[in-house]
């Protein structure tokens, strides 16, 4: 999935000659215009969260302003396909959770676009486990005691997209252990955190990065994180795989694509100055803070993730049995 040693140093070597080589500076004349960073989800959620941390860092590496526009709709779809069918010019960029975008072509029996032919990966940004968090009335303190209230209880589970990553993560929690809840599906994360806040749902899993101030501040409650190992951040909270779930892990992945099309080495310095700003101290820390774990890829090695987890995904929504039109 990722690349060796010889083939990064085999990839740095070609972008310095690339440098010297006619046409390289229509390259450095990009960016000529603001660049927009969509979003294609409602405000709050992750994949906002860290598009509005990069936005005027980026902006000021880039000497261009950077605009964040939220595109919701169908699942993230929306969004997606804006970009996928805007000018592969390097001003405009998608912002969103790669695992959900690997999942629509196996949940959709129709998309306006194709996400693997459509649209090429710049860099993966972060990555934050999902968090399992119920509504601080409901009489459950972890997955065990839940999935007993479920059998006995009308629950239910907010989902932040249909047929997305943290709803089929709640799907192989279910199966597994055997828990009964309604799903409700919402058209975003930080939606359907403010209905199981206000509790008009009950239980709720998604990514850790827009979940635990919710859970730090007491309007939610946690009972298990989808991580290998425990987390500092939410106590001596036991993994769900601790809690019976062996080996069980899901998370949310957050990375930025543009357009086919987009110059190679456009694609090279859009990915240069997103890592810097990403690996910096400060952004750094914030995120690290809520819980997400910054990580960066080159070009290639995102793209050959995003497959890794198309087939992944498709696997699972095949065994659940989830389409959409």
């Not at 261009?64 to 526009?69: A, T």
Request: some cysteine; proline content about 7%; aromatic content about 6%.
């Amino acid at each position: 999935m990722f690349l060796g040693s010889n083939r990064r140093q085999w990839l740095a070597g070609t972008l310095v000659m690339l440098a010297d080589a006619p046409g390289f500076a229509q390259g450095r004349s990009w960016p000529t215009k603001p660049l927009r960073i969509v979003v294609p989800y409602p405000p709050g959620g992750s994949s906002d969260i860290i598009a509005r941390a990069i936005s005027q860092p980026l902006a000021e590496a880039l000497g261009q302003s950077v605009i964040v526009e939220n595109r919701a709709g169908a699942n993230g779809n929306l969004g997606a396909d804006l970009v996928a069918k805007s000018a592969p010019d390097g001003h405009t960029m998608l912002l969103c959770d790669t695992g959900a975008l690997a999942i629509s072509p196996s949940v959709y029996t129709k998309l306006p676009f194709d996400p693997s032919k459509d649209l090429r990966g710049v860099t993966m940004l972060a990555y934050s486990p999902h968090m399992l968090v119920v509504h601080p009335s409901v009489p459950a303190n972890n997955l065990g005691e839940l999935v007993a209230l479920s059998q006995k209880s009308d629950l239910n589970f907010a989902v932040s997209a249909t047929g997305g990553a943290p709803h089929l993560a709640g799907v192989a929690v279910q199966r597994a252990s055997q828990a009964r809840w309604t799903y409700v599906p919402y058209k975003g994360g930080s939606q359907a955190i403010a209905d199981t806040i206000a509790g008009q749902t009950q239980v709720l899993m998604n990514g850790m990065l827009a979940t635990l101030p919710h859970v730090q501040s007491g309007k939610l409650k946690v009972l298990g994180i989808s991580k290998s190992t425990r987390m500092p951040l939410v106590g001596e909270m036991p993994t769900l795989a601790e809690q019976g779930l062996k080996g069980f892990e899901s998370g949310t992945w957050q990375g930025v694509l543009v357009p086919k099309g987009t110059p190679a080495l456009v694609i090279a310095q859009l990915n240069a100055e997103l890592i810097k700003v990403i690996r910096s101290p400060e952004i750094r820390a914030r995120l690290t803070g809520q819980g997400a774990e910054v990580v960066t890829m080159s070009p290639l090695e995102q793209d050959a993730f995003f497959q890794s987890e198309r087939q992944r995904w498709a696997a699972v929504v095949n065994q659940a049995g989830i389409k959409l039109d």
